[in-house]
């Protein structure tokens, strides 16, 4: 990344100076908090598999005004397309989550998480917390809206490339997870619904993808520092707002990993010149866009499967555009795929257009019919979409209305982030209109002043090397891995720091790779068999204790050992046990000396089967060679 490069329509470019093209980003981050409760009930936040639902709840929703009686643009096209929204609900579930009851007041605990993070970015926390409502009514919330509060403002943090200011840090309750998504209409799970998360939103400081990536990477470390976030996939999501000189403001919506970060910047800097290209190429040509019209007829004896089963087909002449609907703005996606995607917002399953044509069974004499019925010429373009009459005909007034802003150049829109770092069309950037003051819970006193700042990640990470004299590669591991949290209160409780960050880095990841469902160690076990450790178990029997807790969790630490048949022996048992493969072995002793050495002591843990602390099998083992030699 980093080079741009196109069609012949533009010279290849060296490494690309971002300040040439007005390379303006920020970034919004959205981090789950890791409570024991969700925001507005007491409902648990763990997560839940679809199958293990209860039963299912069904709405519709719609949007209403502000209290300045407006209506947001993006809630008001969302609305457009009427959908039934099915809810998955636990024995976890309550009526709060179902929008059956008030919610209740904020937890308590997310806003002392939220407080330590604002004290993280050296941000000024307001007085009093209002809450809020936003209206979403794409169903991932029950109610129509989504629940947050403004918590602090004015922050910043450090980057290469300069400082990037914090503009402000909210607490937020998290939608639903969607499920599955079909013509009739989605599929949600009320158990993500509610879990506390935190936004945080950067000044528009950010002037290249490098920087964006680092800003977030920053903040990633500075959420995980307070060791009370959640994590794995989907528990923080990154949107980033970019915009380039003469194009617009873009928010690209989703970006779940970090890595990816960089390159969705580049591609829709990519994206936006492509776009800036184009208009200028149709203001030149003198391009307009006609009115839609019906050519059903057109296709009456297609061949085309697409066309045949459809009930209506209506087109639009692009004039002016012709060869410029085929054209790539992102990897695989063309100005035809934006058209495409207006398109599909109207329920439709996408477009046809010249440029492409013929092909997927229509023919040349097709197009031709086609071009002469909307009045195109050969230097023009002609979009089609073929489906029921009403979804056919809402969707190509969308493809219309996005290719007479072709001409203008680069549209405001928020856009989804897409695995391969390009981005689709979501729906228009969002106003003022959808935020409300939420009237069912009252504002809470802020008092930031009890509150301690959480050590870094950084700072961890050299005390575990200076004071618990850990391997460096091994310190950063624990300090930035998922059970940091765990070894901190292993280490509370005694236990060497060395065994436990080696048991939760190492031998937990071993048996993850040996399919041992270690999603099951919870940390009460992982510390309970650790403390087990020297009297009553060897460590090299500790692997075998964590496989029975994981295949059967109900177990006590205790309980696993003598599971695992791993019950410690005394030093007299050892001594006896050592004894008896060294006679087995005399005469390789006799032979080899101290050179028996490894081979007898893997013979002897064979033997004592983990029920003995290496240490003393090596130390008698070494007494007992010694006595023969």
């Known amino acids: 990344m980093g080079f741009y490069c196109s069609d012949t329509h533009h010279d290849v470019m060296t490494e690309r100076d971002y300040a040439d093209v007005g390379l303006v980003a920020g970034l919004e981050i959205h981090q789950q908090l890791d409570t024991d409760t969700k925001l507005f009930c007491e409902c648990p936040t763990r997560r839940r598999e679809p199958q293990e639902a209860m039963r299912q709840v069904t709405r519709y929703l719609h949007p209403t005004r502000s209290e300045l009686g407006e209506i947001d643009e993006a809630a008001l096209e969302e609305s457009r397309i009427e959908r039934e929204f099915t809810y998955l609900a636990y024995d976890t579930t309550c009526l709060v989550e179902e929008d059956d009851e008030p919610p209740h007041r904020i937890d308590r605990e997310a806003l002392s998480v939220t407080l330590e993070i604002a004290q993280l970015l050296g941000m000024s926390v307001v007085d009093q917390a209002h809450i809020m409502r936003k209206i979403v009514v794409d169903g991932s919330n029950t109610s129509g809206f989504q629940r947050s509060a403004l918590i602090a403002t004015d922050g910043e943090i450090e980057t290469e490339a300069g400082p990037v200011e914090i503009t402000d840090l909210l607490i937020e309750e998290e939608s639903c997870q969607r499920v599955e998504e079909t013509e009739q209409g989605v599929t949600y799970s009320l158990d993500r619904l509610g879990i506390p998360l935190v936004e945080i939103g950067t000044g528009p400081d950010l002037r290249s993808p490098e920087q964006a990536q680092e800003a977030a990477a920053t903040l990633g470390m500075l959420l995980r520092s307070t060791g009370s976030v959640k994590r794995g996939l989907g528990t923080i ?257 005694g236990i060497d720091p060395t065994l436990a960050a080696r048991t939760l880095e190492g031998t937990i990841t071993e048996l993850r790779r040996d399919d041992v469902s270690v999603e099951n160690l919870t940390e009460a076990h992982l510390i309970a068999a650790l403390e087990l450790v020297g009297d009553e178990l060897a460590k090299e029997g500790l692997t075998a204790v964590l496989r029975v807790l994981a295949t059967d969790p109900g177990l006590s630490a205790e309980q696993a050992v003598e599971e695992a048949g791993l019950a410690g022996v005394d030093e007299e048992a050892v001594r006896a046990t050592v004894a008896e493969v060294a006679d087995r072995n005399e005469t390789q002793i006799q032979e080899e000396g101290m050179g028996a050495f490894s081979a007898l002591m893997g013979e002897c843990m064979g033997a004592l089967r983990g029920k003995a602390d290496g240490e003393l099998v090596s130390a008698v083992l070494r007494e007992e060679i010694q006595k023969r030699t």
Request: hydrophobic share 35%; no cysteine.
């Open 237 to 493: 999501r990154q949107d980033v707002n970019v915009s380039i000189e003469g194009g617009a403001r873009v928010e690209l919506k989703g970006v779940q990993s970090l890595d990816e970060i960089a390159a969705i910047v580049e591609r829709e800097v990519d994206r936006q010149l492509e776009l800036l290209d184009i208009s200028e190429t149709l203001t030149e040509r003198g391009a307009s866009v006609g009115e839609p019209s019906d050519v059903t007829d057109v296709f009456e004896n297609t061949d085309s499967g697409v066309i045949a089963g459809a009930e209506t087909v209506v087109a639009v002449p692009l004039f002016g555009f012709e060869g410029l609907v085929g054209r790539e703005i992102q990897p695989d996606r063309r100005l035809g795929t934006e058209f495409s995607d207006h398109a599909k917002r109207s329920g439709a399953g996408g477009i046809f257009h010249t440029d492409e044509l013929p092909a997927y069974g229509i023919t040349q004499t097709e197009v031709d019919a086609l071009r002469e019925t909307v009045g195109a010429g050969e230097h023009d373009a002609v979009a089609l979409v073929a489906a029921a009459d009403s979804v056919a005909r809402g969707a190509i007034e969308a493809v219309t209305d996005r290719a007479r802003v072709a001409i203008d150049g680069v549209p405001e829109e928020t856009r989804g982030a897409t695995t391969d770092g390009t981005s689709e069309y979501l729906r228009p950037l969002p106003g003022a209109a959808r935020m409300y003051p939420e009237t069912d819970v009252p504002p809470v006193e802020l008092d930031p002043s009890g509150v301690e700042t959480p050590e870094l990640l950084t700072e961890k990470e050299e005390r575990y090397v200076s004071e618990l004299a850990l391997d460096p590669t091994l310190a950063e591991q624990v300090a930035y891995g998922r059970r940091m949290p765990t070894f901190e209160r292993a280490i509370e409780r």
